[in-house]
C-alpha cells in the first residue's frame, strides 16, 4: 500500500479527510503537528523558522541551518513511521520529503471556503469580515513557509496525483473513493522504491546526528546516501572533521559504509552511464582536482527508458510492472553492467578523496529537478549522454534539451561534458585563438603607439575642438575590441598553464 500524503490548507476538513481515510483504511495516521513536535524535542525551534517568513531574507539565511536540521527530522519521522505500516500523513507539504518514492499517493484537498470561514469564527470568536481577513493572512504564510522550506509552490497542481474539492463533495464520499484509488496498482511499493525510502530515511538519520553533536552541529555538512553508503562532504577549514563524523555516524542503523570527503565546492554530472574509465571521468576529476571540488553523481534514466532503468532506479516503472498491474516480485536483485561501471565510477572518486555521493533517478525530468538539492551550490553542473538506445541524434537533442532544462531551473552553469574538453584542454582551436586574439591585440597597440601625435589631437587637441564628436566614436570602437583581444590572449594563456 502506498504512504498517503494529504495536502490541505489551514482550517479546512483536510485533517477530517485525512483521519477518516486512516481509519477506512486502517492505517496509521500522522499529523504534521507530530512532526513539529519531534523537532521540537530535537532542539529545533520550528516557530523560529515559521517567523522567518515575515521577516527580511538575511533572516532567512541565518535560519538555513535550522531548516534542514527540521527537513531531516520530518523525512526521518514520516520514513519511520511508514516502515512500521501503511500510513496516512495530513500536512502542508509532506510528498517533497520523498523524490525519488513511487509508492506514494498525493491528494491535494481544496477546502469549502463557507465551511473554513465559520471553523474560523468558531475557534477564534472573530467577526466574519476579521475571519476572512486572518485566513487571507494565514495563506499566505503557509505559502511562503512551503517555498522557503521546500523551494516549491504549494498550489503546482502537477506535484500532486489527485485534487478533491470538498465544495462537490463531502468528506466521507471523498474517503471512500480515495480508499479505492490508493489500492490501484499504480501505488504499490516496488524493490526500487523501498529502497529509495531507505535512502532517504539513512540520509535524515546521518544529518539528524551531526547536527544533535556539538562538535559538528555548526559544521557546514553536505550529506548523500546511496544503498547504505554515507557519503559526507566538508570545507578545508573544516578539515579537523575528518576524524569526527565517523565517530558521530558510528553504528547508524542502516549504514553499510561511512565516506567522508574534503570540498570548496561541488560539481554534479549527470547522464545515464558511467565509466571510470572514460575520457570524461579524467576531465571532471582534472577539473575537481584544480577546484577542490567534490563530485557527485546522478545517474538518470529518462522517462521513455524508465521501463528499462530496472530496480536500481528509484522511481522506475518497467513493462512487466505495468504487465502485473505495478507489482513486483522482490526476486534477488543482481547487479547489470550499468550498475557495475556505476559503482566503480563512485569508487573511483572515494579513493580520488573527491566523491560527493551518487544516486539514481528515472522518470520525467520533475523527478530529475526534485532530487537535485537546492541547498547545494553547485559550482557546475556537466551534463553528459541519455536516451543511449535511440540514435545519435537522437541522444544530442536530449542532452541539449536536458541541459536547457537545468540552466532554467537551477541556479549554477550548466555545461554538455562535450563541450567540457574544449574548455579544459588547450587543442588546436585554442591554439588558433590566441594567435588570432594575439594578432589583433598587437594591431592595436602597433596603430595606437605608431600614430600617437594624431590620435591624442583628436582625442584632446585642436582636432578635437573643431570634431568633439569623433573621440566618442573612437572609443566606442576601439575599446570593446582591444577587450575583446586582450581577454582571449589573457583567458588562453591562463588555460595553457592551467590556471583558472
Known amino acids: 500500500m502506498p504512504i498517503i500524503f494529504v495536502c490541505s490548507d489551514p482550517f479546512g476538513d483536510g485533517e477530517k479527510l485525512a483521519r477518516s481515510l486512516a481509519e477506512k483504511l486502517g492505517y496509521a495516521f500522522l499529523s504534521r503537528e507530530d512532526v513539529v513536535a519531534k523537532a521540537n524535542e530535537c532542539g529545533i525551534p520550528v516557530g523560529k523558522l515559521e517567523l522567518a517568513m515575515v521577516k527580511k531574507p538575511a533572516v532567512r539565511e541565518r535560519l538555513a541551518r535550522l531548516k534542514e536540521r527540521y527537513l531531516a527530522v520530518a523525512t526521518s519521522t514520516i520514513c519511520e513511521k511508514a516502515a512500521e505500516g501503511d500510513l496516512v500523513y495530513h500536512g502542508r507539504a509532506g510528498h517533497f520529503l520523498l523524490p525519488g518514492v513511487s509508492h506514494v499517493l498525493r491528494v491535494r484537498v481544496i477546502p469549502e471556503h463557507g465551511q473554513r470561514i465559520e471553523n474560523v469564527m468558531r475557534r477564534t470568536k472573530l467577526s466574519r469580515e476579521k475571519a476572512e481577513t486572518f485566513l487571507r493572512d494565514i495563506d499566505s504564510d503557509v505559502r511562503a513557509w512551503v517555498h522557503f522550506v521546500h523551494g516549491a509552490e504549494m498550489d503546482d497542481l502537477r506535484r500532486y496525483d489527485l485534487v478533491v474539492n470538498l465544495e462537490n463533495v463531502s468528506v466521507a464520499n471523498a474517503a471512500t473513493a480515495l480508499c479505492g484509488i490508493a489500492d490501484l496498482p499504480d501505488f504499490k511499493p516496488t524493490p526500487a522504491s523501498r529502497k529509495a525510502m531507505e535512502d532517504r530515511l539513512l540520509q535524515a538519520r546521518a544529518r539528524i546526528r551531526l547536527a544533535l553533536d556539538e562538535r559538528t552541529a555548526e559544521a557546514d555538512l553536505t550529506v548523500r546516501s546511496s544503498e547504505g553508503a554515507v557519503t559526507v562532504t566538508y570545507m578545508p ?40 574509465d572514460s575520457p570524461t571521468m579524467g576531465e571532471i576529476s582534472e577539473l575537481a582536482r584544480r577546484w577542490g571540488a567534490a563530485v557527485e553523481l546522478l545517474r538518470y534514466a529518462p522517462a521513455e527508458q524508465e521501463s528499462s532503468a530496472g530496480a536500481s532506479h528509484a522511481g522506475a516503472t518497467s ?182
Open 237 to 276: 577549514r573544516q578539515a579537523e572533521l575528518a576524524r569526527v563524523i565517523p565517530e558521530v555516524l558510528r553504528e547508524l542503523p542502516g549504514c553499510s559504509a561511512m565516506r567522508c570527503t574534503v570540498a570548496t565546492t561541488n560539481i554534479l554530472w549527470i547522464q545515464e552511464e558511467f565509466r571510470a
Open 319 to 500: 513493462p512487466a510492472r505495468s504487465a502485473a498491474g505495478g507489482i513486483e516480485d522482490d526476486v534477488v536483485e543482481h547487479d547489470s553492467p550499468g550498475d557495475r561501471s556505476f559503482h566503480e565510477s563512485v569508487d573511483a572518486l572515494v579513493r580520488e578523496g573527491r566523491s560527493g555521493g551518487a544516486q539514481t533517478v528515472a522518470g520525467s525530468s520533475e523527478k530529475l529537478l526534485a532530487a537535485i538539492s537546492p541547498d547545494i551550490n553547485y559550482s557546475l553542473i556537466a551534463v553528459g549522454d541519455v536516451q543511449l538506445h535511440k540514435p545519435a541524434a537522437v541522444r544530442m537533442r536530449a542532452a541539449r534539451e536536458l541541459t536547457s532544462l537545468l540552466a532554467r531551473k537551477v541556479k549554477a552553469p550548466v555545461i554538455s561534458t562535450s563541450e567540457l574538453g574544449e574548455k579544459l584542454h588547450f587543442g588546436w582551436s585554442q591554439i588558433a585563438k590566441l594567435a588570432l586574439g594575439a594578432a589583433v591585440t598587437l594591431l592595436i597597440y602597433m596603430v595606437v603607439f605608431g600614430y600617437q601625435a594624431p590620435i591624442l589631437d583628436m582625442l584632446g587637441g585642436p582636432a578635437h575642438a573643431q570634431r568633439p564628436w569623433i573621440a566618442p566614436l573612437i572609443v566606442a570602437a576601439v575599446a570593446p575590441l582591444v577587450a575583446w583581444s586582450y581577454g582571449i590572449v589573457a583567458s588562453s594563456l591562463l588555460k595553457l598553464i592551467r590556471l583558472e
